[in-house]
Nanobody, 122 residues
Framework: QVQLVESGGGLVQAGGSLTLSCSAS????????MAWYRQAPGKHRELVAS???????NYADSVKGRFTISKDDAKNTVYLQMNSLKPEDTSVYYC????????????????WGQGTQVTVSS
């Protein structure tokens, strides 16, 4: 099976930076896209940033110019560099991957990581 393992969350002061990492492992044939979502208490999960296999990126308006998503295909890893953090960025951040597994090439599967807490203090 496939696992997504996130790391890099933590506590940071407003204006600071953090980098999140998410590594996908398992019987992966190909990755179509990876993304970061976040969910604050009492709110819906929202897309933060995404990146396709071709390297095309998309960002939520609230993070444009502050966050950068990137990937390392050799490591099946996606990163989220977060700069100029604000208290409203405080959330649990989830990694997402849309991929194909080697044992069943008929379908595209969606996987989620366990989430990593990012807390920005004012």
């Amino acid at each position: 099976q496939v696992q997504l393992v996130e790391s890099g969350g933590g506590l940071v002061q407003a204006g600071g930076s953090l980098t999140l990492s998410c590594s996908a492992s398992g019987n992966i044939f190909s990755i179509n896209a990876m993304a970061w979502y976040r969910q604050a208490p009492g709110k819906h999960r929202e897309l933060v940033a995404s990146i396709t296999s071709a390297g095309n990126t998309n960002y939520a308006d609230s993070v444009k110019g502050r966050f950068t998503i990137s990937k390392d295909d050799a490591k099946n890893t996606v990163y989220l560099q977060m700069n100029s953090l604000k208290p409203e960025d405080t959330s649990v951040y989830y990694c997402y991957a849309s991929l194909m597994v080697a044992t069943d090439l008929q379908y595209v599967f969606n996987y989620w990581g366990q989430g990593t807490q990012v807390t920005v203090s004012s």
